[in-house]
Nanobody
């Protein structure tokens, strides 16, 4: 069965960096587009970034362009989100998502605070 397991969240100061990982299993990872979403308290879940399968083209929300980088390692069945220059407004639960079929991970908390 499809499984997505996120890791790498935590508490970081403003201006700091974190790298999230999402380990995938149960499907042919390389052919699927994968995304990261986030949901802050009291807000709707929003799309952060997408990386397409095979060619690996990427798209980003305007709010994270130039600060976040999505990447994938098809040999390790893992998608990453490198987050730099973090801001308090980046605080949220971050979710990994497989674009086809609507599969979600359990989420990992990212808190940006001094």
């Amino acid at each position: 069965q499809v499984q997505l397991v996120e890791s790498g969240g935590g508490l970081v100061q403003p201006g700091g960096s974190l790298r999230l990982s999402c380990a995938a299993s149960g499907f042919t990872f390389s052919i699927y587009a994968m995304s990261w979403y986030r949901q802050a308290p009291g807000k709707e879940r929003e799309l952060v970034a997408t990386i397409h399968g095979l060619g690996g083209s990427t798209n980003y929300a305007d709010s994270v362009k130039g600060r976040f980088t999505i990447s994938r390692d098809n040999a390790k069945n893992t998608v990453y989100l490198q987050m730099n220059s973090l801001k308090p407004e980046d605080t949220a639960v971050y979710y990994c998502y497989r674009n086809s079929g609507g599969y979600w991970g359990q989420g990992t908390q990212v808190t940006v605070s001094s």
